[in-house]
C-alpha cells in the first residue's frame, strides 16, 4: 500500500491550501485516517484525524482553521487549511490505520508559509 500526499506549496500567511491523499494498491478500507506534520528541528504531530464513522479530531493549533475529509473514493482524505500561519510550516505526511495490520504513511509534502 503506498499513500501520496500532493497540495503543499508556499504561501503567504494568511492564505490557504488543500492537500490531497490516496492510496494505491489496497484490498481493504482504513479504519482511520490522519495528516501530521513535521516542523524543522521538531518531532513529528498529530494535525488531524478522521474515522470510517467520521469521527474527527484536531489538534488544539489548528481547530477552527483546517478541516479534514474523507473523499468518495476508498482510502482518501483531505485537509483544507485556512487562514495559515507561518507556524504552520512544516512537512506534512499523510498516514493510514487499519487495526489488523498497524500504519501506512506516504512521502509527505512541504507546506511553507511565509510572513
Known amino acids: 500500500v503506498q499513500l501520496q500526499a500532493s497540495g503543499g506549496g508556499l504561501v503567504q500567511a494568511g492564505g490557504s491550501l488543500r492537500l490531497s491523499c490516496a492510496a494505491a494498491?489496497?484490498?481493504?478500507?482504513?479504519?482511520?485516517m490522519a495528516w501530521y506534520r513535521q516542523a524543522p528541528g521538531k518531532e513529528r504531530e498529530l494535525v488531524a484525524s478522521?474515522?470510517?464513522?467520521?469521527?474527527?479530531n484536531y489538534s488544539d493549533s489548528v481547530k477552527g482553521r483546517f478541516t479534514i475529509s474523507r473523499g468518495n473514493a476508498k482510502n482518501t482524505v483531505y485537509l483544507q487549511m485556512n487562514r495559515l500561519k507561518p507556524e504552520d510550516t512544516g512537512i506534512y505526511y499523510c498516514?493510514?490505520?487499519?487495526?489488523?495490520?498497524?500504519?501506512?504513511w506516504g512521502k509527505g509534502t512541504q507546506v511553507t508559509v511565509s510572513s
Open positions: 498516514e493510514g490505520n487499519k487495526r489488523a495490520w498497524g500504519d501506512f
Open positions: 494498491g489496497s484490498t481493504f478500507t482504513f479504519d482511520t
Open positions: 478522521i474515522t470510517r464513522g467520521t469521527s474527527i
